[in-house]
């Protein structure tokens, strides 16, 4: 066992559902009629005298994970069956991997550059889904959809490296920035669930397993959650016992699931319905000269290509939709602008709404008819500003608003110096306190020009033509 | 002996009304499982069916005349999945299921003119080897030579029912000698192929890495013809070998001068009965006569090991392929009341049998950690050393030689008193060859007490046409 020194201790279990056409084990569409058991078959009901049958891109698209996060690919893929008996498992074992799984000892970087190792990454199918008509506890009965059965998952196991409920949540944001770069994983659609292993200092590092989180905001709330109980309870002289938690997103907590001293029992074997694959040093060959282009690819390209800041580059890249909509746009607008543009003011206002660019409707369409419009200083940088602002509500036609609302920058000095005069008149304390030596009154009137100007005018020229007036 | 070859030709020819000869065969099938129990499903309508189609393909001359099986019934062990037509596998936990897809077998058979007249009746998922471990409810098939004694299992009712019923091809499955055992007990051939060679698709699992089809005829022609039509490649079954197939039925009657046989000297001797020793060395020497050249080879490790091997890996997928019955999708079903895990336990524990039971248990515990290295995955060692010491004696031979069963079938009383280790020590001279993937044969070589006794043939992987030759070399030197 590894000798832990951090606070807090984290480690994950990922998995995420591979956008692959056709199931893992059959030849059934992963998407389609969401009508319940529309998209079934003899193999992934489970009927007796069915057979699997593999699909090679779900190994393909595995491999491609496995390359990205640099990790040592076995040379040989064998699945297991991983036995247990639950409703929502059609041949109440599932077909996964156990000894030797497709990737070991990988690492994936977190924002700050903090590596955080991989244990593995293995293929496995997914069970059907569970519905329960009255809810999860009250139900009496439940029904299975076995749409959802037999979809390719990757499990990704990381090292207990990750020291805080911030760094978890910044792995899975940068796991899906790598599955979305890779383009093997639905960034609208697909599945992705984290079971996480949480343990601190003060419970001697007593390991707590949480099931079950979906999506990686949900991740920080649980593991904040979870922490913080775990330390009231220590903090209170109780035990922590090893346990597994479920997290209830609704009510914001973790409840025991069940305790037990020891591993559930599997009861592995090899699955030999399925005959061993060799992964070929000419396969992984093809797989790396057909891999999409990352993250750290693009950086190097914005940097040469377009000659922006290596920093400014990487926060673009760091997300694959932002780092398409930057190139699109720098075909049209000075890079320099588009970099500051996209990462500072687009960034912020999606972090303000809380939103992923993903989720909102905008598009480089109408960011480069703002930066158009920015860049010939038709508006103020103050005014796209807030035009952003309102972009990522609902999409409009830029011009046109602008002209409705008659926004367009003030950039007739006779008309600016009017409004400046006004200002200093209707100001006379604020001239006094700066002409006895407080330069910062003037910023006073200068606040005063941009509210007149409804922020048409730029801060530096009002300040200009203030301090001229001033004398 | 007649082979379903003069059969066929007289269907094509239009001297066998192939309808009406089908009412009478499947009136013949009801009389004789009225004392014998070898079909658990007679599929009399969809066999009529299937006759009709025939009768009226052959008056518009359509051009049908080219199919292998034409007009021949074609009964299936009770594993193998039939369209529509019920499919328990021998236990009640799968009683009133009707699959809705054919096996890749049935397929082929029903491709080829072949009219399935049945599902033969098993030890249950062919956990035995007297087909008396048959599931609650089922009937015991009894040897066609005498009723007070077993056929054989676990394909008892397709050997059975191959030696009583004329004009008849029986699909076999083995495990661990499931085809050819009960075909000693019933004095009829049967050719358990390379595993891989037939595909498995729509055979419902014993143990994955073991289970093979293969056919079982009253002449090597008619096991060698079955054997042409189901083997070769299919996509569905991942373990299916793409490799071409041969012609079996060349092989028939080919000289089989300077072949090489290995006659293993550990299966021989102490634990096997004298009359069984005597006929298969009889057996031994008509091939001599015939020009083949036999010589003693030691093969310790599969006779020593093979039995514990086998149940090791046997039981451990069994167990996993026996989760998925529990009551949900199909099959049986039981009150629905308490947790998921209450209700499984309850049909599961209401419809399996006995041995089924055992297995489950046995293959659970051999899989569970901290056992798994010292049983599971050491069988699995074992196996590749068993196929290496195999491989090493077929540099050498071109067939190796032993009884099939060491013993004439035995009473059914005298079963009772065996514990399940005896019962497991049955299978001694077929399991290692199974557990191995070989082709091997039962040939037929002689009576004693108006019982049949069989010879065992192995040969290499793939050298089915190796087994056929031999035992046709057999049959005709009679």
Redesign the interface.
């Known amino acids: 066992m590894k000798h832990f020194t951090n606070d807090i201790v984290i480690g994950l279990e990922i998995h995420a559902e591979l956008d692959t056409k056709t199931k893992l084990f059959c030849s059934c569409p992963t998407h389609g009629s969401e009508e319940p058991n529309a998209r079934t078959c003899e193999t992934c009901l489970g009927m007796p005298g069915s057979k699997p049958v593999l699909n090679k891109k779900a190994v393909e698209f595995a491999l491609r994970l496995c390359l990205a996060l640099n990790c040592e690919i076995s040379p040989e893929l064998i699945f297991s069956r991983k036995s247990y008996f639950y409703p929502d498992m059609s041949k109440n074992y599932q077909i996964s991997q156990y000894e030797i799984p497709l990737g070991k000892q990988g690492i994936l970087k977190l924002r700050d550059g903090k590596e955080i190792g991989i244990t593995r990454v293995h293929m496995e199918e997914d069970p059907a889904s569970l519905i329960h008509p009255a809810g999860l506890k009250e139900s009496q009965y439940v029904l299975v959809d076995y749409n959802r059965s037999g979809n390719p998952l990757v499990e990704i196991v990381t090292e207990p490296d990750l020291a805080s409920p911030d760094e978890a949540r910044d792995f899975m944001k940068q796991l899906i920035t790598v599955l979305n770069y890779l383009e093997i994983f639905d960034i609208n659609d697909g599945i992705i669930k984290a079971d996480a292993n949480v343990s601190i200092k003060e419970s001697d590092y007593a390991r707590v397993e949480i099931k079950n989180i979906t999506g990686f905001k949900e991740i920080e709330r649980a593991l904040m959650y979870e922490v913080s109980r775990q330390q009231d309870e220590t903090s209170h002289h109780k035990k922590i016992e090893q346990e597994t938690r479920a997290w209830d997103s609704e009510k914001g907590i973790t409840f025991t699931l069940r305790k037990k001293e020891t591993e559930e029992d599997y009861g592995y074997i090899i699955d030999t319905d399925l005959t061993v694959v060799e992964i070929t040093g000419k396969l992984v060959k093809e797989i790396k000269k057909e891999m999409p282009e990352l993250a750290q690819d693009k950086v190097r390209k914005f940097v040469e290509k377009h000659k922006i800041k290596k920093e400014d580059a990487e926060i673009i890249a760091a997300e694959k939709g932002l780092a398409e909509m930057f190139e699109k746009v720098a075909e049209e607008i000075n890079p320099i602008l588009a970099a500051k543009w996209l990462r500072r003011e687009l960034v912020r206002v999606l972090n303000y709404n809380k939103k992923e660019l993903h989720e909102v409707e905008i598009d480089e369409k109408h960011i480069i008819d703002l930066l158009k419009l920015v860049e010939n200083k038709k508006i103020t940088d103050n005014v796209a500003s807030k035009i952003l602002e309102k972009l990522i509500e609902k999409l409009f036609d830029v011009k046109e608003y602008i002209k409705k609302e008659k926004l367009e920058a003030v950039s007739d000095i006779s008309e600016l110096e009017k409004y400046c005069k006004e200002a200093i008149e209707e100001n006379p304390k604020a001239i006094e306190d700066y002409k006895k030596g407080e330069a910062k009154a003037l910023n006073f009137i200068v606040g005063s020009v941009m509210k007149k100007t409804r922020g048409k005018a730029t801060p530096k020229e009002v300040n200009e033509i203030i301090l001229r007036l001033v004398g | 002996m007649e082979s379903v070859h003069d059969f066929i030709k007289k269907v094509k020819d239009g001297e066998i009304d192939i309808v009406e000869h089908t009412y009478r065969l499947i009136e013949e099938c009801k009389e004789i499982n009225k004392e014998h129990n070898y079909l658990n499903t007679i599929s009399e309508e969809q066999a009529l069916d299937s006759a009709r189609e025939i009768k009226i393909q052959l008056k518009q001359n359509k051009d049908i005349k080219n199919k292998k099986l034409l007009g021949v019934a074609v009964s299936a062990k009770d594993a193998?999945?039939v369209r529509d037509v019920e499919?328990t596998?021998g236990s009640k936990i799968?009683q009133n299921?009707k699959?809705?897809?054919d096996?890749f077998v049935i397929q082929r058979v029903k491709e080829e003119g072949g009219i399935i007249i049945g599902k033969t009746s098993q030890d249950e998922f062919g956990f035995g080897g007297f087909s008396v471990n048959v599931g609650k409810g089922f009937k015991i098939p009894k040897n066609p030579f005498d009723s007070e004694r077993s056929c054989g299992g676990s394909s008892g009712g397709a050997a059975g029912l191959t030696q009583k019923l004329s004009n008849h091809i029986a699909l076999g499955e083995s495990t661990g000698g499931s085809i050819v055992e009960p075909a000693s007990f019933c004095g009829v051939y049967g050719l358990c192929p390379t595993y891989g060679r037939v595909s498995?698709?729509?055979?419902?699992?014993f143990s994955?890495?073991m289970d093979k089809i293969g056919s079982i005829g009253k002449t090597i022609e008619d096991a060698a013809l079955l054997m042409n039509v189901i083997s070769g490649y299919d996509?569905?079954?991942?373990?299916s070998l793409n490799v071409k197939t041969d012609d079996y039925e060349k092989y028939l009657k080919k000289p089989i001068r300077g072949m090489k046989i290995g006659i293993i000297k550990e299966a021989f001797g102490q634990g096997v009965e004298r009359e069984v020793e005597k006929n298969v060395c009889n057996g031994i020497e008509e091939l001599e006569e015939e020009g083949a050249k036999a010589e003693e080879i030691s093969l310790e490790l599969p006779i020593k090991y093979g039995i514990a091997t086998y149940y090791m890996i046997a039981t451990?997928?069994a167990?996993?392929n026996l989760?998925?019955?529990?009551g949900?999708?199909?099959g049986a079903v039981e009150k629905?009341e308490g947790s998921?895990?209450e209700y499984?336990t309850k049909v599961r524990s209401n419809n399996f049998g006995d041995e089924a039971k055992r297995r489950i248990i046995l293959g659970?515990f051999a899989?569970?950690?901290g056992y798994?290295d010292a049983f599971?995955l050491k069988a699995?060692k074992v196996r590749t050393l068993m196929i290496n010491e195999y491989k090493k004696a077929f540099k050498k031979f071109d067939a190796l030689i032993s009884p099939t069963a060491s013993i004439l079938p035995p009473r059914f009383e005298d079963i009772e008193k065996l514990t399940p280790l005896q019962h497991y020590m049955i299978d001694i001279m077929t399991v290692s060859p199974n557990v191995a993937g070989l082709p091997h044969l039962n040939v037929p070589v002689g009576f004693e007490k108006n019982l049949p006794i069989g010879m065992l043939l192995i040969a290499d992987h793939l050298q089915e046409g190796k087994l056929i030759q031999l035992g046709s070399a057999v049959e005709h030197g009679k």
Do not use: Q, V
């Open positions: 193998i999945c499919t596998a799968l299921y699959p809705l897809f096996a498995r698709y729509g055979l419902i699992d994955n890495s996509k569905k079954d991942s373990t451990s997928e167990s996993t989760a998925k019955f529990c949900m999708r199909y629905l998921f895990n499984f659970t899989r569970m950690a798994r599971y699995m």
